[in-house]
């Protein structure tokens, strides 16, 4: 079988159609993007994946109530958040475009596996995009294996409309991709991951794009396999840096560093030691995240599948415009000390499904052209 599967050519699509995808960067003014949905989901899967980048008491009660529904007292604050943040982003002229309700209880499987959903609130991790191409990416978590296809209708569209839609080869999920009984590393030990380099697995949100450059940190869901199956499929017109991450259970770029617009890149002082950056990044000013305003409420600090640093996951609407959550003053502080212009919007309890601003969401399309920062 082929590595890479293609939507194939079709007469229907005309060559010299301009595709409604286009976005190379964090940062270029932002005109449309794919928000997630909280509808049909249920609580993650219990496998040693998904349990190794959970914290804390969160990690504990996953793997108790693994395949049931969220109740009610974590979906209805997060829904009502979601549905101002969606309000908030067409309100600044952004078109908002959303993935069809699924019911994640429903039992999938593979000739090796079986598992209950997850839930689509992501889809910063299970697509990538790179000008005007859309990558589904080969994630590694079982429960979200089937979760693009609940993107499907607005793939389609947009391939009909000019854009290109790539499949990375689809993993197996075999014990063989798993390190056994692996355990997260204590402070001073080495960092491992739980994967081995059986097959090329990744989340597009251990990811971020600045035109030609690409930088990427290894995780407990992207291993070297992975990393290496996009290099080659972007080809010599693309640049790939590994970035090294201190976090003892990495999973996903955008709370240990994260690019705010050229020249200026925001790191995790816990996790990025400055020093050992890509020589290319240290040209650019580097802007220290500020410890993140605890979180009191026992409830959010109990179900939350992050770790504390969601006040780096910001989202750009452009080079001066970032949208953050107003309970972490600090960063808000130092964002505007920095010369941008936050825009408050609410979104602590969506944490309990995933993320905030930037994973909650995929930007389609920028204002801008492919350039070289660098």
């Not at 969606?86 to 908002?96: C, E, N, Q, T």
């Not at 000739?111 to 299970?126: A, Q, V």
Request: include cysteine.
């Amino acid at each position: 079988m082929d590595m890479i599967t293609r939507a194939p050519a079709s007469d229907a699509v005309p060559s010299d159609r301009v595709s409604p995808v286009n976005s190379h960067n964090e940062w270029d003014t932002l005109e449309e993007v794919i928000v997630g949905r909280l509808e049909g989901a249920v609580i993650p899967s219990d496998h040693s994946v998904v349990t190794c980048n959970v914290p804390g008491m969160a990690a504990r009660a996953q793997s108790l109530f693994a395949g049931f529904r969220y109740p009610k007292i974590m979906i209805e604050p997060a829904q009502r958040e979601l549905d101002g943040f969606v309000a908030l982003l067409r309100s600044l002229d952004i078109v908002v475009r959303r993935p069809d309700a699924v019911d994640h209880r429903k039992r999938f499987s593979t000739p090796e596996w079986s598992s209950r959903g997850f839930c689509n609130s992501c889809p910063r991790d299970s697509m990538l995009v790179i000008g005007d191409e859309i990558i589904e990416t080969p994630m590694v978590w079982p429960c979200r294996y089937f979760e693009t296809h609940s993107f499907r209708p607005i793939l389609k569209d947009y391939f009909q409309r000019g854009a290109r839609w790539t499949g990375a080869p689809r993993p197996q999920l075999t014990d063989e991709l798993f390190v056994p009984e692996f355990r997260v590393p204590k402070r001073g030990e080495p960092i491992s991951y739980i994967l081995t380099e059986f097959e090329p697995v990744f989340d597009a949100a251990d990811f971020f794009r600045c035109g030609r450059d690409l930088f990427v940190t290894r995780s407990n869901v992207t291993n070297a396999s992975g990393i290496e199956w996009l290099r080659r499929h972007l080809g010599d017109g693309y640049r790939i840096h590994e970035i090294e991450s201190r976090c003892p259970n990495p999973m996903h770029i955008d709370t240990t560093i994260l690019p705010l617009g050229p020249g200026k890149i925001l790191i995790n002082p816990e996790y990025i030691d400055v020093d050992r950056l890509p020589a290319i990044l240290k040209r650019w000013d580097i802007l220290v995240a500020p410890e993140p305003d605890p979180i009191t409420d026992p409830m959010l600090r109990i179900t939350s599948l992050c770790g504390k640093w969601l006040n780096m996951n910001v989202l750009m609407v452009d080079e001066k415009r970032v949208i953050v959550d107003p309970h972490h003053t600090a960063t808000m502080r130092a964002l505007e000390n920095w010369g941008f212009e936050p825009i408050p919007c609410e979104f602590l309890h969506y944490a309990a499904f995933g993320g905030a601003f930037h994973c909650a969401t995929l930007d389609v399309r920028r204002r801008g052209a492919l350039e070289s920062y660098f």
